[in-house]
C-alpha cells in the first residue's frame, strides 16, 4: 500500500477522471477505474474490492432510483401520444399574430412539457420536430428558431418531474418532494425570461420572427379556445396524476413516479398510438437510458468512497474554505466549477460525484440546504447548453430537416443569449431566496 496523503490522492482522482473524459472514455468507465487504481494503491484489493461492492450494490438498490426508469418511461411513452403537437397547433393560433410567436409557442409549450416528460433527449427531440419546420418555414433566423426549442427543452430537467431532481436528492440528504417544489418557481422564472428575450429580440429585429400570416390564424375564439382546452386536459391529467399525488401526500415520489408511467400509457391507449412496438421501444429506451444513469451512480458513489476514505474531502472543504470573499466567494467558486464541468462532462457525472463533496461545504458556510441544492441544479441547466458537451445542441441539429441546411453553429449562435439568461435567473434567486423556499415551505 502506498501513503500518497490527501492532498496528492485528490490531484490523482480528480486529474485521472479529467484525462479519462480527454482521452474519450465513457464518463462511467473513467471516474470507476481511476477510483479503483487509487483506492487498489492506498488501501489494498480487500478495502477497495468490499468499498466497490458495498457502495455500488447500495445504489443500485436505492429505493429513490427506482423513480428514474419510470419517469423516463413516462416520458418516452408520452412522447409517442401526440399531446405536444396539438398543444402546438393550439398555441400556435394564440400566438401566432405575434412577432417571435412562434418562438413564444416553442417555450411555451417546453415548459408544459416539462412538467410531463422530465427527459432532455425526448422533449427537446419533440420541439425539433415540431416547431423548427414550422418556424423556418415562415422565415425566422435558423439561431433563434433552434435556440429556442434548446432553451426549452432542457427545462424538462429542472421543472419536477426532473430526473435530476431525483438523482439530486439522495445524494445531498433532501426530500425529493421539497425538491420538486423549489424548482417549480426558477424553472418558470427562466421560462418567463426566455419569452422576454423573445420579445424584445423581435421588437428590434422583427425580420428574425416575423408573424404569422392572418389568412392561416383566421378561425373563430370559440374553436381557439376549445382547442386549447383540449389539447391542456392531458398533460393536465399527467401533470396532476404525478405531482398531486406527491402534493396531497397520497404517495411518495417513486410512487408518484410510478402513476405517471401508467398514465402515460393510458394516454396512449387513449389516442390510439398504444402498439406491442411502441411498448417496447420504450422499454428499451427506458432500458438503455436508466442502465447508464445507474452505472454512472454505481461507479461514482464507489469513487466518492474513495474519496472521502482518503481524507479528500477536507483537502477540498480547505481550499474552498480559503477562498477571499467570505461565503460568497465560495459560493461563486462552486458555482463557476459547476459551470465549468458542464463544458466536458455529463451532469449526471457532476451530481454524483460533486454533489456529495461540495453539499459539506454549503452546510458549513451556513446556506439553506434546499436552496444551494436548487442553485446548482439550475446552474447545470447551462452544462445541456454550453459547448463541446452540449446534449441539447446536439439533439436539435440531428432533429433538424436536412432541407433547411441547419448547421451546428447556428445552434450554438442561438443558445449563448439563454446562457446568460440562465445566469440572471441565478442572480435572482440569489437576490430572493423565497423565489426557491416559498413553495416548499407552504407545501411540506
Same mark, same amino acid.
Given at each position: 500500500?502506498?501513503?500518497?496523503?490527501?492532498?496528492?490522492?485528490?490531484?490523482?482522482?480528480?486529474?485521472?477522471?479529467?484525462?479519462?473524459?480527454?482521452?474519450?472514455?465513457?464518463? @462511467?468507465?473513467?471516474?470507476?477505474?481511476?477510483?479503483?487504481?487509487?483506492?487498489?494503491?492506498?488501501?489494498?484489493?480487500?478495502?477497495?474490492?468490499?468499498?466497490?461492492?458495498?457502495?455500488?450494490?447500495?445504489?443500485?438498490?436505492?429505493?429513490?432510483l427506482l423513480a428514474v426508469p419510470f419517469f423516463i418511461f413516462m416520458g418516452t411513452m408520452l412522447e409517442r401520444t401526440g399531446v405536444a403537437e396539438q398543444l402546438y397547433d393550439a398555441l400556435y393560433l394564440w400566438f401566432g399574430g405575434l412577432r417571435g410567436g412562434l418562438a413564444?409557442?416553442? %417555450?411555451?409549450?417546453?415548459?408544459?412539457?416539462?412538467?410531463?416528460?422530465?427527459?432532455?433527449?425526448?422533449?427537446?427531440?419533440?420541439?425539433?420536430?415540431?416547431? %423548427?419546420?414550422?418556424?423556418?418555414?415562415?422565415?425566422?433566423?435558423?439561431?433563434?428558431?433552434?435556440?429556442?426549442?434548446?432553451?426549452?427543452?432542457?427545462?424538462?430537467?429542472?421543472?419536477?418531474?426532473?430526473?435530476?431532481?431525483?438523482?439530486?436528492?439522495?445524494?445531498?440528504?433532501?426530500?425529493?418532494?421539497?425538491?420538486?417544489?423549489?424548482?417549480?418557481?426558477?424553472?418558470?422564472?427562466?421560462?418567463?425570461?426566455?419569452?422576454?428575450?423573445?420579445? %424584445?429580440?423581435?421588437?428590434?429585429?422583427?425580420?428574425?420572427?416575423?408573424?404569422?400570416?392572418?389568412?392561416?390564424?383566421?378561425?373563430?375564439?370559440?374553436?381557439?379556445?376549445?382547442?386549447?382546452?383540449?389539447?391542456?386536459?392531458?398533460?393536465?391529467?399527467?401533470?396532476?396524476?404525478?405531482?398531486?399525488?406527491?402534493?396531497?401526500?397520497?404517495?411518495?415520489?417513486? !410512487?408518484? @413516479?410510478?402513476?405517471?408511467?401508467?398514465?402515460?400509457?393510458?394516454?396512449?391507449?387513449?389516442?390510439?398510438?398504444?402498439?406491442?412496438?411502441?411498448?417496447?421501444?420504450?422499454?428499451?429506451?427506458?432500458?438503455?437510458?436508466?442502465?447508464?444513469?445507474?452505472?454512472?451512480?454505481?461507479?461514482?458513489?464507489?469513487?466518492?468512497?474513495?474519496? %472521502?476514505?482518503?481524507?479528500?474531502?477536507?483537502?477540498?472543504?480547505?481550499?474552498?474554505?480559503?477562498?477571499?470573499g467570505g461565503k460568497w466567494g465560495v459560493f461563486f467558486i462552486i458555482m463557476f466549477i459547476c459551470f465549468i464541468l458542464g463544458m466536458f462532462i455529463d451532469w449526471i457525472g457532476i451530481v454524483f460525484i460533486m454533489v456529495p463533496i461540495i453539499t459539506p461545504v454549503g452546510a458549513?458556510?451556513?446556506?439553506?440546504?434546499?436552496?444551494?441544492?436548487?442553485?446548482?441544479?439550475?446552474?447545470?441547466?447551462?452544462?445541456?447548453?454550453?459547448?463541446?458537451?452540449?446534449?441539447?445542441?446536439?439533439?436539435?441539429?440531428?432533429?433538424?430537416?436536412? !432541407?433547411?441546411?441547419?448547421?451546428?453553429?447556428?445552434?450554438?449562435?442561438?443558445?449563448?443569449?439563454?446562457?446568460?439568461?440562465?445566469?440572471?435567473?441565478?442572480?435572482?434567486?440569489?437576490?430572493?431566496?423565497?423565489?426557491?423556499?416559498?413553495?416548499?415551505?407552504?407545501?411540506?
Amino acid at each position: 500500500m502506498i501513503d500518497f496523503g490527501p492532498e496528492l490522492t485528490t490531484i490523482l482522482l480528480f486529474g485521472g477522471i479529467l484525462v479519462g473524459v480527454l482521452l474519450g472514455y465513457p464518463l @462511467a468507465i473513467a471516474v470507476g477505474a481511476v477510483g479503483f487504481i487509487v483506492g487498489f494503491l492506498s488501501f489494498g484489493p480487500g478495502i477497495v474490492g468490499d468499498m466497490y461492492y458495498n457502495r455500488m450494490f447500495n445504489q443500485v438498490t436505492n429505493y429513490i432510483l427506482l423513480a428514474v426508469p419510470f419517469f423516463i418511461f413516462m416520458g418516452t411513452m408520452l412522447e409517442r401520444t401526440g399531446v405536444a403537437e396539438q398543444l402546438y397547433d393550439a398555441l400556435y393560433l394564440w400566438f401566432g399574430g405575434l412577432r417571435g410567436g412562434l418562438a413564444i409557442t416553442t %417555450i411555451l409549450i417546453g415548459t408544459v412539457m416539462a412538467a410531463c416528460v422530465g427527459v432532455i433527449a425526448a422533449s427537446t427531440m419533440m420541439l425539433s420536430l415540431i416547431a %423548427i419546420p414550422a418556424m423556418l418555414k415562415r422565415g425566422y433566423s435558423k439561431p433563434l428558431a433552434t435556440g429556442c426549442v434548446c432553451a426549452g427543452g432542457t427545462l424538462g430537467i429542472l421543472i419536477p418531474p426532473s430526473i435530476m431532481l431525483v438523482v439530486y436528492g439522495p445524494m445531498a440528504n433532501i426530500g425529493v418532494g421539497g425538491l420538486f417544489f423549489g424548482a417549480f418557481i426558477p424553472g418558470f422564472l427562466l421560462s418567463g425570461l426566455y419569452i422576454t428575450y423573445i420579445i %424584445i429580440w423581435c421588437l428590434i429585429r422583427p425580420s428574425d420572427g416575423p408573424s404569422v400570416p392572418a389568412e392561416e390564424r383566421q378561425v373563430s375564439l370559440a374553436y381557439k379556445s376549445l382547442l386549447l382546452v383540449k389539447s391542456l386536459v392531458p398533460p393536465l391529467l399527467l401533470i396532476l396524476a404525478v405531482l398531486g399525488s406527491i402534493f396531497f401526500g397520497v404517495a411518495a415520489p417513486t !410512487e408518484a @413516479a410510478a402513476v405517471g408511467a401508467l398514465a402515460a400509457t393510458l394516454l396512449a391507449i387513449a389516442y390510439r398510438k398504444f402498439t406491442f412496438k411502441a411498448l417496447m421501444e420504450t422499454a428499451l429506451a427506458t432500458i438503455k437510458h436508466s442502465g447508464m444513469i445507474l452505472l454512472i451512480a454505481s461507479l461514482s458513489f464507489a469513487f466518492v468512497g474513495v474519496f %472521502i476514505r482518503s481524507q479528500c474531502g477536507g483537502v477540498v472543504q480547505d481550499f474552498l474554505l480559503a477562498a477571499p470573499g467570505g461565503k460568497w466567494g465560495v459560493f461563486f467558486i462552486i458555482m463557476f466549477i459547476c459551470f465549468i464541468l458542464g463544458m466536458f462532462i455529463d451532469w449526471i457525472g457532476i451530481v454524483f460525484i460533486m454533489v456529495p463533496i461540495i453539499t459539506p461545504v454549503g452546510a458549513a458556510l451556513g446556506f439553506d440546504p434546499l436552496w444551494f441544492g436548487m442553485m446548482i441544479c439550475v446552474n447545470l441547466q447551462m452544462s445541456f447548453l454550453t459547448p463541446p458537451f452540449a446534449y441539447a445542441i446536439f439533439f436539435v441539429k440531428a432533429a433538424s430537416p436536412k !432541407e433547411f441546411g441547419v448547421e451546428t453553429g447556428d445552434v450554438i449562435q442561438g443558445v449563448i443569449p439563454y446562457i446568460f439568461l440562465i445566469m440572471i435567473g441565478l442572480v435572482l434567486c440569489i437576490v430572493f431566496p423565497q423565489l426557491i423556499l416559498w413553495l416548499p415551505s407552504m407545501a411540506l
